[in-house]
T-cell receptor
Framework: GAVVSQHPSWVICKSGTSVKIECRSL??????MFWYRQFPKQSLMLMAT?????????EQGVEKDKFLINHASLTLSTLTVTSAHPEDSSFYIC?????????????FGPGTRLTVT | GQNIDQPTEMTATEGAIVQINCTYQ??????LFWYQQHAGEAPTFLSY??LDGLEEKGRFSSFLSRSKGYSYLLLKELQMKDSASYLC??????????WGAGTKLIIKP
């Protein structure tokens, strides 16, 4: 199957700093990438949908100025958490869509665990 | 609103069979997915149903009834490594994936 990588796998940062997370599709071109956040013992929460070459579409309640998404190429999307606070500590997962039309699979990256101190 | 319901937690014995149910109410339907997620890891794809009936893939099978808004994931010959959370997700009329909260499956020897 298709492979999606994320970097870093975990990061600890101080409150007020910014953190960038990279998501790459390694062996396919992903026109659409998704960013999720998952708090402990909770389900995935879609934050935004990112289409290559255009602005990301954010879900209701997600601050676009705080969570900056850039999908500059068909294989790379980045999520930057700006001015991070302890409540932003979470497991961030990206996924990439392989295929078009009615059926597609979403391949998930391994996730990035962010801890803000 | 859109809603997907799954049991929070289930326990089963190694070697046995377990059925995880999922009911959904969404604006439109364009397919139902089951994913497996081990603790601290990202979800991995298990199955996809868009037509009514049973899809079998090795030890795992998934069933769909669109008229009832119901699906189940059947796991046979349970192994300890099957201990994980199982997520049900439905693609709605906008082709957005709506996720259930997941069912934590605990396998006991």
């Amino acid at each position: 199957g298709a492979v999606v990588s994320q970097h870093p796998s975990w990061v600890i940062c101080k409150s007020g700093t910014s953190v960038k997370i990279e998501c790459r599709s390694l062996d396919f071109q992903a026109t659409t990438m998704f960013w999720y956040r998952q708090f402990p013992k909770q389900s995935l929460m879609l934050m935004a949908t990112s289409n290559e070459g255009s602005k990301a579409t954010y879900e209701q309640g997600v601050e676009k100025d705080k969570f900056l998404i850039n999908h500059a190429s068909l294989t790379l999307s980045t999520l930057t958490v700006t001015s991070a606070h302890p409540e932003d500590s979470s497991f961030y997962i990206c996924s990439a869509r392989d295929g078009t039309g009615d059926f597609y699979e979403q391949y998930f990256g391994p996730g990035t665990r962010l801890t803000v101190t | 609103g859109q809603n997907i319901d799954q049991p929070t937690e289930m326990t089963a014995t190694e070697g046995a069979i377990v059925q995880i149910n999922c009911t959904y109410q969404t604006s439109g339907f364009n397919g139902l997915f089951w994913y497996q997620q081990h603790a601290g890891e990202a979800p991995t794809f298990l199955s996809y149903n868009v037509l009514d009936g049973l899809e079998e893939k090795g030890r795992f099978s998934s069933f769909l009834s669109r008229s009832k808004g119901y699906s189940y994931l059947l796991l046979k010959e349970l192994q300890m490594k099957d201990s994980a959370s199982y997520l049900c997700a439905v693609k709605d009329s906008n082709y957005q994936l709506i996720w259930g909260a997941g069912t934590k499956l605990i396998i006991k020897p």
